[in-house]
């Protein structure tokens, strides 16, 4: 499966001719499902102790739109008010499961209008047409289309940010084929930093890029003159779009989120051209970021690891990953003793040992790659 994103043209002056604020309408009234639903199932499980099954709140919904009081749902399309049910579901799915393993989950929430941001059509209630063109309901729109869609057509979601724009993602049935890849003969192993994105065992150094932090001095700016407007009230509306259009880069018109989405793809392209084995650290990155927050988030390691693993699939690159609980700061690379007095503060240390001076990272990247040779399987859990 491949899905493919555009941006849909947004003006009223622009070849969509009425806007997309159709969509805009349709987006909201989906808020207003998912709310009525989330609603109903908190009632439901506090007298009863259980949730309402999907088919049975598809079912209901169904009814719901014959009554005058919800006859607003009717314009809606059916498919895409049954993926709210469905979407319910697997959150208290997911919610009961979580709670059972003894793991902490929030059941789903309510959302106002402006948060939510997406519905999804499945066969039928849109089409893509010559050019440029797709139809979603009875109306015609453009988008920019950037490249060609390959595949069978199965999916549709339509989606709007913070600034309003609104994308569409078209689900494919295309299947990435077998790519020959040369054999390089290189392996290497990476310590994840902060200092550095990656440390590699044999001195191959990615820097840490930090878009968020490149612009955060402004975007605390205009964060304080949204914080001072009336809730509610036109200014902060406008401060609010003020404030999402600077997490825009200045000129380029890309946003920090695709900035570090482009480094992502392009690094995991860059790693598995270059090395036919790729050796990690399994992180603990939510224990990261309770202790250095925006830093960890700014990185994105977690959905860089997840693009890796995809691209390595495709170019049969093996991704070994050793254990988190390994002390591979704390271990010599020379003589393999452990330096239990080491602290977060100290970027290089002598090994109490052998006296060799080492560096924290480098030394982490070295015993990465040694450990992850003898560890028996690349394989990656589904929850990465």
Not at 46 to 67: C, V
Request: proline share 3%; with cysteine.
């Amino acid at each position: 499966m491949k899905t493919y994103k555009f941006k849909m043209y947004n003006h009223p002056w622009s070849r969509n001719g009425h806007g997309n604020g159709e969509l805009h309408r349709t987006i909201d009234g989906h808020a207003h499902v998912w709310n009525h639903c989330v609603a109903l199932q908190r009632r439901y499980y506090a007298i009863y102790g259980k949730y309402i099954s999907k088919f049975r709140l598809m079912k209901h919904l169904s009814k719901l739109k014959k009554l005058t009081r919800f006859a607003h749902w009717n314009p809606l399309p059916s498919q895409a008010i049954q993926d709210v049910a469905a979407r319910i579901d697997k959150g208290y799915k997911k919610m009961f499961k979580d709670r059972a393993e003894g793991k902490k989950c929030g059941r789903p929430r309510f959302k106002s209008r402006r948060k939510y941001k997406s519905f999804t059509l499945t066969q039928s209630g849109w089409k893509l047409l010559s050019d440029n063109q797709i139809r979603i309901g009875k109306r015609i729109y453009r988008y920019f289309k950037s490249r060609e869609i390959q595949g069978t057509p199965k999916r549709c979601t339509v989606k709007r940010d913070a600034l309003g724009d609104i994308y569409i993602c078209v689900l494919t049935d295309y299947v990435e084929p077998d790519t020959i890849r040369t054999m390089t003969g290189n392996i290497a192993g990476f310590d994840f930093g902060l200092k550095r994105y990656l440390t590699g065992s044999n001195g191959h150094d990615i820097e840490s890029p930090l878009f968020f932090k490149r612009s955060l001095n402004a975007i605390k700016r205009f964060n304080r003159r949204h914080s001072t407007k009336r809730k509610g009230s036109k200014n902060r509306e406008r401060a609010r779009l003020d404030l999402a259009r600077k997490h825009r880069r200045p000129g380029l018109g890309t946003d920090i989120a695709n900035q570090r989405e482009d480094f992502h793809w392009k690094l995991a392209h860059q790693l598995t051209d270059k090395y036919d084995e790729i050796r990690l650290e399994d992180l603990n990155l939510q224990g990261m970021k309770a202790l250095w927050g925006r830093k960890v988030s700014d990185l994105g390691f977690a959905d860089f690891i997840k693009k890796l693993v995809y691209i390595a699939s495709l170019k049969s690159v093996k991704i070994t990953f050793i254990d988190r609980w390994y002390p591979s700061s704390k271990t010599c690379s020379v003589c393999g003793a452990v330096n239990e007095s080491l602290n977060l503060r100290d970027r290089t240390w002598q090994c109490p040992s052998c006296h060799t001076q080492l560096d924290r990272d480098r030394n982490a990247a070295v015993n990465i790659n040694r450990v992850g040779a003898s560890t028996p399987s690349g394989e990656v859990v589904s929850s990465r």
